[in-house]
């Protein structure tokens, strides 16, 4: 296999996944933004880095590649003029209001010599306390409110899922669901364009971070060769679904069919991942809400343009069907209790990282899931999550799949 993103299942044994080990960002989220930043709360780092460490040591035990975001995006800016590039892409992405502002950051940031420590500052985010008082300034600068950052933290990163998706060969470079996100895309762009593991690859990009509408990793699953599902979403626009199937076919990835699952728009159901994940050949681990009136449209490739079709019956037939299997097995978020199932799916009992078939990693602290996705015949590797889980997401959010072994046919 020469391909450096190779990524036709959600099942396959995973050889190679990408990691964020969560930073400073993190220490940059305080109570009054954060809704702005898309947390609930503020995990505690050092915890956090232990509980992250922890999956990371999980995935190597099971022989995966682990590698990290921030070394990969470092390693890309091989140049004094790629450090400049991305700097100045960086800061015109940063909603800085003023350019004596702006030209102090810049300043700041090109002051930094290693790459890495760059990159993670620019992860971090600059409060305005670390900056010297500006000795003249124009009517943007002087019109500041109290807000206390000069460039926003991107606390969101260790979800290294949704700023870009793999499928195929190709890469899914999205465009982000909120401003604060979409700066993150930018490391994607910097990584495939000039990474030395990528950039002589020829790697075919489906979507791209300046499209209009948006879209993100978590509602973005290759169920097999043939198939990629994606859902409509908080997240995730039904034209953005329409743009990158046309991308899929035109580029000649392989894949036959996209489906687009309509799932309900609110945080709870933030992406697909959080209430669907495949677990194995005919396995997935569902949160039961999403069973009653889900609406499944089939897109394919037609003479002139796309056919899409709205596929009406059960789940369970939908996925047998398009997977080619006589029934599938849906292992329910808390049991298929209600109360159970709203408190675990909320700390991501669905969202499981298959590393094998029938084989996934997950918290711990979702018991009942866990007993329920032993009891159907699945391997378990449990990590703690008690600080992770603050942001949202699970095993499944938090990794980046770039090489998966194929399926046996």
């Not at 009136?293 to 996925?319: C, Q």
């Not at 990693?361 to 999550?385: C, F, Q, S, W």
């Not at 603050?390 to 799949?401: H, Y």
């Amino acid at each position: 296999m020469t391909q450096p993103i190779h990524v036709f299942s959600e099942i396959g044994r995973l050889k190679t996944v990408m990691l964020h080990r969560p930073g400073k960002e993190l220490e940059n989220l305080v109570p009054d933004y954060l809704e702005r930043l898309l947390f609930d709360d503020i995990p505690f780092l050092e915890q956090a880095q232990k509980e992250h460490d922890n999956f990371a040591n999980i995935l190597r035990e099971n022989d995966v590649e682990v590698v990290y975001l921030e070394d990969l995006a470092a390693e890309a800016l091989t140049s004094n003029e790629l450090r400049e590039q991305f700097v100045d892409e960086y800061l015109n992405e940063a909603s800085i209001k003023g350019s004596k502002r702006k030209a102090q950051l810049r300043e700041l940031l090109l002051s930094i010599k290693d790459n890495k420590e760059l990159i993670e500052k620019t992860m971090a985010g600059v409060q305005k306390a670390e900056l010297p008082e500006l000795k003249s300034k124009n009517l943007s600068d002087m019109v500041e409110s109290d807000y206390p950052f000069a460039i926003d933290p991107m606390p969101n990163l260790y979800f290294t899922r949704d700023p870009f998706a793999t499928m195929g060969n190709g890469v899914s470079l999205n465009h982000m669901y909120s401003v604060t996100r979409n700066r993150e895309t930018i490391y994607g762009k910097y990584i495939f364009s000039y990474h030395p593991r990528f950039k002589d690859a020829d790697i075919p990009m489906v979507y791209d971070r300046t499209e209009s509408t948006r879209i993100e990793g978590g509602d973005e699953l290759v169920l097999s060769k043939d198939i990629v599902a994606v859902g409509i979403s908080q997240r995730t626009d039904a034209a953005s679904i329409e743009k990158l199937a046309k991308n899929i076919f035109d580029k000649k990835l392989g894949f036959k069919k996209v489906l687009a699952f309509g799932i309900a728009n609110n945080r709870k159901f933030m992406h697909l991942d959080t209430v669907f994940t495949m677990v194995d050949y005919d396995k997935f681990s569902i949160h039961p809400e999403i069973e009653g009136g889900l609406t499944v449209y089939s897109i394919t490739e037609g003479e002139n343009g796309l056919d899409i079709v709205a596929e009406t019956d059960t789940l369970e037939h939908i996925l047998a069907k398009n997977l080619g299997v006589e029934q599938v097995t849906l292992i329910r978020c808390g049991g298929g209790n209600l109360t159970a199932a709203a408190r675990e799916q909320w700390n991501d009992g669905s969202n499981t990282l298959t590393i094998a078939p029938g084989e996934v990693v997950v918290y711990d602290r979702n018991t009942i899931t866990n007993k329920k996705l032993e009891e159907a015949g699945v391997k378990l590797h449990v990590m703690p999550g008690s600080e992770l889980v603050r942001g949202r997401g699970g095993p499944r959010c938090m990794s980046m799949p770039l090489v998966r072994e194929d399926l046996p046919k």
